[in-house]
């Protein structure tokens, strides 16, 4: 895809199989991309391997204003620019019903998937509106358009990032920046294994079947599922598109 050739990407989340995937792609069109996340470790091997100075990584809490401060200043000082935000960093919180979900949990699972968000968009608002616009792109999830029992904290997170979104395409919209959101369904990785272990600790692989019949295609996603919308999005290509939901559900929500 040509239409990232040239872009620099902040991509929230880095150290995860999706922002990873998502990260080769965008090189391969050409962008810069800025991988944050807590995890150092991980990103620092990701980037090693890759071997490319288009890439690089800042570690960052991004409920932090200071380090997405931090993490943007990294992003103007190594690469010139910011043209896409992935906000992409997020978390699934517990597994239990309302009345018994954890406050605190709920608390951290909203900052990290609801706040998180709020501040890199704040933060490189200015910079995209000073350099002719930018894309904005928030992960929320099909939990962001329906509800499920046992996921209150999630469920709310991703049903507000979708608010959080509109809000910032009718704003933007002037300036040339757009903002969309995906959602996908179940995407193979370690927090569709967390949510299976939470729901039945003694039978997970029951939870993934019921899970899977419920999906017309009969399968989770896969990272490359996102991915491919994540550079879309990112793109000229999607150039008219702003303040919408994109679905990457194999028909779940259907």
Known sequence: MTGVKGKVVILTGGAGDIAQVAATKLLEGGASVLLVDRDGDRLAAFCDGLGSPAVAYCVADVTSEADTAAYVKAALDRFGGIDVLLANAGIE?????????????????LDVNVTGPFLGIKAVYPHMAANGGGSIVITSSIAGLRGSSG??????????????MRSVATEGGPLNIRANTINPSPVEGRMIRSLEEGNMPDAPESVRELLQASIPLRRYAVPTDVANLMLFLASEESSFLTGSVYSVDGGMNA
């Open 93 to 109: 919180g517990q597994v239990a019903p309302v009345a018994d979900y954890d406050t605190e949990i709920f608390r951290k699972v």
């Open 151 to 164: 996921l209150a904290a999630y469920n709310a997170s991703k049903h507000a990032v979708i608010g959080l």
